[in-house]
């Protein structure tokens, strides 16, 4: 591959919803550069960015992948995103590090939820973007609809740069809106076009459409507007630099027609990216921080070397594979770099060019390009690798919060260490993916963005490290407290031979506001009882309220007063006061009207308006609360209260009663009461648990 320099490069991510056609629509645009000798397809595994295993065997991809093509003197880096929900969170990280996103939508059914969501991934991160309005060759393909609906959507600036002509099982025309011209496609799928004039019955809507473009492109800038209301139009040159700025300021998003099975429309799509997307440069400046101070790099060769690490894989035969962008500068192989975010150094040894599996060994990489090396010590997602002199860290991506959560437990005990080290390099891999052991309910938790994202971590656990875990339902960390205020006293007394052991304590808890914890305090009076002794009482409390009394939970919300008691002269220790504190404690919130609290969680559920009755009527079934709506598009958020007892699966769920076009986000956000016969049921079998032990 030749040397491409930052302003010959353009960064291009495939965004959207599951079953709208990326992966093919990638393939398509690689193999009309040339490169390979067929195009491959999903159903027999053959494509280039879905190569791994379980990718293959489920016939939709689960990791973001990477293709480099070559197009009119342009490098293009396309990463193909996966589309199903479980796994769509991987483009937060994509949009961070390309420079222009193409969201594809399914002619037929552009009302998804993964539309709406990578459009808000790509906001956040400021991404020009366009739409691709993809499987035009579908027998119930509706291009206006297609368009009127994205409109709708996301603003009458979402404009047509190309429309089909006969779309449908016949399709292979589209109209080029800015040459003026028809392009008829081959039917063998290698994207090569005959142009010719448009037809004359379309002249007029083609030129009523050209003028509203010059229109968009006019508003967006201030001199060119000016020269459209002196002289009614815009020439081709001023169109296009226009164009082009209106795109980078995502003031217009362009839309294309295309087939990416049949090979439709594509490679005049790429002639138009190549033109109009922008390159790195034509970026704003990233801005990082060292100790605090900000610091901002232009994407630039003269500026010192920096590249920002967003995306880590485990390749079989090769080790791990950091995927990285050029943000600053140019990297050689061969050289050293320091690792901002784990403070340390890292030899950069081989840089690659990534396609799919195929690793290209190229000596160095100009700012802007995207590329991987392979077995960095220590680093991992949303590390900075600069020049130990020029140091600067990027932001970290803030990847989605998990949205379920399962217990698992070793098959072997015996495997126990090499589980922890499974799960530990695949949250490194995978940021969506979490594991910790709570040592509350005592079980390794592992959570992510659905059941098959957990099932496919655990899959690639197995493979790895030949280790197999079984999930179960996760405890949920319920709290005791009290209702009301009582007092108790606790004598202990032990006399075995020897030294013996005597305390007497007296103390009082009242209850506190929700989320004020455990407050100890101490209002002794006179020489009843040493002032030593009272830290002892204070760790016998802690200790009770870490065991929990009623239910086995952690104790909270309320605050225990030690206001007097007995000792003596020679048996009285530590030990000893520690087993009455907790003694008089016990008794204490028996007599106080222990209750139980449980977490309660919030979610978002954003789903088509169509389904809001299914999940209003889930919600209430859950013990839910709803808290309000909002309207985005045709989309419909719920935000409600549900008890995290009734989420298990939830996702699951959502997506039977949705068709798969509902999603849902979760977060903590506090503890209520638990009713009274769901209290008594968790007592109930904690006692028999106890029983059984």
């Not at 894989?313 to 050293?336: A, C, N, T, W, Y």
């Not at 100890?520 to 002892?536: A, H």
């Not at 003596?568 to 009455?580: E, G, L, R, Y």
Request: proline letters at 4%; one cysteine or more.
């Amino acid at each position: 591959m030749k040397e491409y320099l930052t302003k010959e490069i353009r960064n291009i991510a495939l965004l959207g919803h599951a079953s709208t056609g990326k992966t093919v629509l990638g393939e398509a645009m690689y193999f009309s550069t040339g490169k390979s000798s067929r195009m491959g397809k999903i159903d027999d595994g053959t494509t280039i960015s879905d190569y791994h295993e379980d990718e293959i065997a489920r016939k939709f991809s689960i990791s973001s992948s990477l293709i480099c093509a070559e197009w009119n003197e342009k490098k293009l880096n396309i990463i193909d995103t996966p589309g199903y929900l479980d796994f769509i969170s991987e483009s937060k990280a994509i949009t961070r590090v390309v420079d222009f996103g193409l969201i594809v939508v399914n002619s037929m059914d552009v009302s998804v939820v993964g539309t709406d969501l990578v459009n808000k991934f790509s906001k956040a991160d400021n991404l020009p973007c366009g739409f691709a309005i993809n499987m035009l060759d579908k027998e119930h393909a509706a291009f206006e609809k297609a368009l009127e609906s994205l409109q709708n959507s996301f603003g009458k600036n979402v404009i047509p740069l190309q429309i089909p002509i006969n779309e449908g099982v016949d399709f292979d025309s589209i109209i080029d809106i800015i040459a003026n011209k028809m392009l008829t496609f081959s039917k063998d799928s290698r994207g090569k076009a005959t142009t010719s004039e448009v037809p004359a019955d379309l002249k007029a809507k083609v030129e009523e459409m050209r003028e509203n473009l010059i229109e968009f492109v006019a508003e967006s800038d201030d001199e060119l507007l000016e020269k459209f209301f002196d002289e009614g139009t815009l020439s081709d040159e001023e169109l296009s630099v226009g164009l082009k700025k209106a795109i980078l300021s995502r003031n217009l998003f362009p839309v294309f027609a295309t087939s990416g099975f049949n090979n439709i429309g594509v490679t005049n799509m790429m002639n138009l990216i190549c033109s109009y997307a922008p390159c790195p440069s034509d970026r704003d400046s990233v801005k990082g921080s060292l100790n605090g101070k900000e610091i901002v790099r232009k994407i630039d060769d003269n500026e010192p070397t920096s590249l920002f690490v967003f995306k880590t894989s485990s390749e079989l035969h090769v080790g791990e594979l950091s995927v990285f962008k050029v943000i600053s500068g140019i990297l050689r192989g061969g050289g050293d770099l320091y690792n901002c975010s784990s403070k340390n150094n890292e030899r950069i040894g081989q840089i690659y060019s990534v396609n799919g599996k195929v690793k290209t060994e190229v000596a160095h990489m100009h700012a802007g390009d995207i590329g991987a090396v392979v077995k960095l010590k220590h680093t991992h997602t949303n590390d900075t690798l600069a020049e130990s002199k020029n140091q600067i860290e990027y932001p970290k991506i803030n990847f989605p919060n998990p949205v379920v959560r399962v217990a698992v437990t070793p098959k072997s005990r015996a495997d126990e260490d090499k589980i922890n080290i499974g799960l530990q390099t695949l949250q490194d891999e995978d940021p969506t993916f979490h594991y910790e052991y709570d040592a509350e309910i005592k079980q390794t938790i592992i959570s992510g963005q659905g059941e098959l994202h957990l099932k496919i971590s655990l899959d690639r656990l197995k493979e790895k490290y030949n280790v197999e875990v079984d999930q179960i339902k996760p405890k949920i960390p319920y709290r005791e407290t009290i209702k009301k205020r009582a007092e108790a006293k606790y004598r202990h007394k032990k006399q075995s031979g020897g030294a013996g052991q005597f305390a007497e304590v007296w103390l009082r808890v009242e209850p506190l506001e929700r989320g004020s914890g455990i407050v100890f305090e101490d209002k002794l009076v006179g020489q009843n009882v040493d002032r030593v002794f009272v830290p002892s009482v204070e760790k016998g409390i802690k200790a009770c309220c870490s065991e929990g009394i009623i239910a086995g939970c952690h104790v909270t919300d309320l605050k225990a007063t030690f206001y007097d008691g007995k000792m003596h002269p020679v048996d009285s220790k530590d030990i000893a006061f520690q087993i009455a504190g907790k003694g008089a404690f016990r008794e204490c919130v028996k007599n106080a009207t222990p209750s139980l609290l449980e977490p309660v969680y919030q979610i978002d559920v954003t789903v088509p308006e169509e389904f809001m009755g299914d999940v209003m009527g889930d919600v209430s079934t859950r013990r839910g609360k709803v808290l309000g709506m909002d309207t985005e598009g045709h989309f419909q958020t719920i935000k409600a209260h549900i008890p995290l007892s009734e989420l298990y699966q939830y996702g699951t769920s959502l997506r039977s009663m949705t068709q798969g076009k509902g999603l849902h986000k979760q977060k903590f956000s506090h503890y209520d009461p638990v009713p009274h016969e769901i209290q008594e049921k968790i007592i109930a079998e904690y006692k028999k648990e106890k029983e059984e032990d």
